[in-house]
Structure formats: C-alpha cells, structure tokens
C-alpha cells in the first residue's frame, strides 16, 4: 500500500514532525510526496520518498493520475486554510479524485493522526480487496 504525503509551505513543519513520530509506521509503506515536501521529509527522516513535481507546478495533478490508477492508498495533505494558493484547482482535483476513487484523505493533523493509527491495525486492508477485485474484472 502506497501512501501521498503533501504540505503547503506553512504546514511543512507540521508534516516533519508526524513523519519524525510515525516514521516506525510510514517506513512500512511506499511513500510519494510533492517536491518541496518530499525534500524536507528526507532530510528529517529515513524515509525513502517517491518523489513528484513541486505542488504549484503539476505536483497535485500528478498525485491526482496515481489515485487514477489505484496506486495511492492514503492521502495526507495537510493545507493551509489560511492562504489561498495559486494552484487551488489543481488541490480541488485532488481531493475530488479520491473521492470519487475512495481514498481516504486527511487534511489536517488531527485526521491525519487517526488515518496512520488505523493503518497500522489494518482498518486500511480493505483497499486491497477492493484493488484485487478490480483486476479481476
Ligand atoms: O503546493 C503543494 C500542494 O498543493 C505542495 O507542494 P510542495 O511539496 O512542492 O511544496
């Protein structure tokens, strides 16, 4: 299972110290990050990072055509409610797509937290049923 990790500027830091608590869980799993925040992910942690373009240029969408494919299993992208973004269509699309391929995404710490936890108990496991019935058919 394949989890996206993505930070807007002011919620770097944040995203560096979840990644720093949760390293023992998220080193379990395929990790894919936009570009700036894969960077400081792994000059803080471990963690080997798949890394896609910067969000403002095409990080977002890119993100966006693997949930497409089914290889994203978890988004957490923690946003920042306080500044408008010039790439904000592009983050709507995000969020749109794994809504409609049911992915979960947290957008903030407090969700985040809940998604890794129940992750690491396997509350996440039916995502593979799912991906192996749709080979099947
Ligand atoms: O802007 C972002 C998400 O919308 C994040 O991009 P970076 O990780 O490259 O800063």
New binding site residues.
């Given amino acids: 299972m394949n989890i996206a990790l993505?930070?807007?500027?002011e919620m770097k830091n944040t995203m560096i110290g979840f990644c720093i608590g949760y390293e023992a869980i998220l080193k379990k799993y395929g990790i894919y990050?936009?570009?700036?925040?894969g960077e400081k992910i792994m000059d803080a942690t471990e963690l080997k990072i798949n890394r896609v373009a910067?969000?403002?240029l095409g990080?977002?969408q890119q993100i966006g055509s693997l949930v497409v494919s089914q290889e994203i299993d978890l988004v957490i992208f923690l946003r920042d409610p306080l500044t408008s973004?010039a790439?904000e269509p592009d983050?709507q699309a995000l969020i749109r797509l794994c809504d409609v391929y049911h992915v979960p995404v947290a957008t903030n710490l407090a969700s985040a937290e809940i998604f890794i936890k129940g992750l690491d108990r396997g509350e996440l496991s039916w995502r593979e049923v799912r991906k192996t019935n749709s080979q099947r058919s």
């Fill in positions: 993505i930070a807007h500027d990050a936009t570009g700036t925040t910067s969000g403002p990080g977002d973004q790439h983050i």
